[in-house]
């Protein structure tokens, strides 16, 4: 039999380990390490929404749900998003997934052809240049900039556009820079849209924790609807990372030939977080409200803790990350992640995770509590003076 390895798919082949994955496993291999690093909410899922799952196996909703998803999650999904003046059909126009990551992978694998450019202003989120490239695509950087505070700009793509680019992927407020966009700039963003023929997936997975005041969507805008594809999910706001449920928002057309794809390869999403999930969208505001405030705070403390050790950082406007701006050290993003790690067990994830515009960066993130903050402020107070 040939070698194994050369039968397998050159495009995973050629994927990239993740750049976060490999700092939790030199963190993990350490004792007394403050994590900055992790992407999910320190908080248990609430309690009444945690309940309900139990209720539900208690009164055996242990079975496959249709492959939409349960008609009340569906229900329930619509009526949440109408709070962010999204209107959609629970019965064509929304899909339930396995996360938002599965939500993403479905609609970049529903609207790409061998050959098809992606763009992705970065720094971005992990997931989807690999996604990008397992649908065949070829992801494209758009990079932005701190002077713009990381908002991408229709002169950041134009940089990049060709005759090929068929898909923009955003995500605001954004992973891992925390920059939100003005309806100033969805406005232009949407006529560069429409101008060019793009389509989009407009990850929105951290709306609810936007800090300026109230999220909007980038499908509001005139001729947006009908090619955007919103991806959300329970894990962020509702603190349900474990549970898998996620959710794709769309045209009719998009939906049904991403729901194509989610039959043959998941089926449906589990029917324990889907029941969590009604749940939490019907009755989860106040508990959601409680973390987002928590969330607030911390940020504070991260921002100002940053600064006063002499970093320069924006004030994130959502999400739960600071993004400071290390190259007045001389490291590269890597190394200052590395050398903190090892001197002073901090871990931070290096900017370049997300893509080479985040060299000089770092993300830190304050989904951890007040006083784990603190104590990583002063470690990192001392690692910058031993400089
Ligand atoms: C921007 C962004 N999108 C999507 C996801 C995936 O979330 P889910 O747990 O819903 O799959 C994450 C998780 O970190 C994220 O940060």
């Not at 090619?227 to 990372?241: D, H, I, L, N």
């Amino acid at each position: 039999m040939k070698q194994l390895k050369s039968r397998l798919s050159p495009v995973v082949e050629n994927l990239p380990p993740s750049g976060i994955r490999r700092f939790f496993d030199l963190a993990s291999e350490m004792k007394d390490v403050i994590s900055l690093g992790v992407g999910e909410p320190d908080f248990v899922t609430p309690w009444h929404i945690r309940d309900a799952s139990f209720d539900a196996l208690s009164r055996g909703f242990t079975s496959y749900t249709s492959n939409r998803g349960m008609s009340q999650l569906l229900e329930a999904i619509a009526d949440y998003l109408m709070g962010y003046n999204l209107h959609y059909d629970p019965d064509r126009e929304l899909l339930v997934t396995v996360g938002g990551s599965e939500a993403i992978d479905l609609a970049l694998r529903a609207m790409l052809s061998p050959g098809d450019e992606v763009l992705i202003p970065e720094p971005a989120y992990v997931s989807y240049r690999p996604c990008a490239a397992l649908a065949g695509g070829v992801p494209v950087a758009v990079p932005t900039r701190w002077e713009a505070q990381f908002r991408v700009s229709t002169t950041d793509l134009e940089s990049q556009l060709t005759a090929r680019s068929k898909v923009l992927v955003m995500c605001y407020p954004n992973n891992p820079t925390g920059a939100v966009l003005s309806e100033t700039d969805l406005q232009e963003l949407a006529t560069f849209c429409v101008q060019n023929d793009l389509l989009v997936i407009s990850d929105e997975i951290y709306a609810e924790l936007s800090y300026g005041g109230k999220h909007h969507s980038i499908a509001e805008q005139p001729g947006m609807r009908d090619r955007t594809v919103v991806v959300s999910g329970m894990s962020k706001a509702f603190a349900m990372t474990g549970w898998r449920i996620g959710y794709a928002a769309g045209p009719e057309d998009i939906l049904s030939a991403m729901l194509k794809i989610h039959q043959y390869a998941i089926l449906c999403a589990p029917v324990m977080g889907q029941m969590a999930a009604i749940e939490a969208l019907q009755h989860g505001e106040r508990e959601k409200q409680r973390m987002v405030e928590e969330y607030d705070r911390r940020r504070r403390l991260m921002v100002e803790g940053l600064r006063s050790v002499g970093l320069s950082c924006h004030e994130p406007q959502g999400a739960f990350y600071a993004f400071p701006d290390i190259r007045s050290t001389g490291f590269t993003a890597e190394a200052f992640a590395e050398e903190l790690l090892r001197q002073q067990r901090v871990a931070v994830v290096p900017g370049t995770a997300f893509g080479e515009a985040g060299e000089g960066f770092v993300r830190c993130s304050y989904a951890t509590s007040a006083d784990q903050i603190e104590q990583a402020i002063q470690r990192m107070g001392h690692f910058l003076t031993e400089l």
